[in-house]
């Protein structure tokens, strides 16, 4: 985690798979179990998630301003579709992978 894009890429991840927790296990469980409890865990830990992914799509943005609004278009995407935060992971890496190629050559 030392550099931006690895936080913001670890970071979507738990976003990513909390998301996913509360969308396929927490959900059912409330609706189906009437355990309303796990919603309200896992929800409260995916809301703090989200808000550090947020926080992390800003200090990228701030430390590399050459990335365009379009960048926020997909990272607000990522966060908000099922398995988004997957999809966006793979892009960053790819990026980044191309990023210190370019510098190498």
Known sequence: ???PIDRLRMIG???GASYLILL??????KYFAGLPIAVQIVGSLHGGLF????LSVMEVTI????????????????????FGTFVFDGWLKRVEHERVASRLT
């Not at 396929?24 to 469980?29: K, S």
């Not at 808000?51 to 947020?54: D, Y």
């Not at 430390?63 to 579709?81: H, I, Q």
């Open 63 to 82: 430390r590399r301003p050459w990335w365009s609004p379009k960048f926020w278009f997909f990272a607000a995407l990522a966060a908000l579709l099922p």
């Open 24 to 29: 396929l296990v927490a959900m059912p469980l």
């Open 1 to 3: 985690m030392k550099t």
């Open 13 to 15: 991840l738990a976003e």
């Open 51 to 54: 808000i550090l992914f947020v």
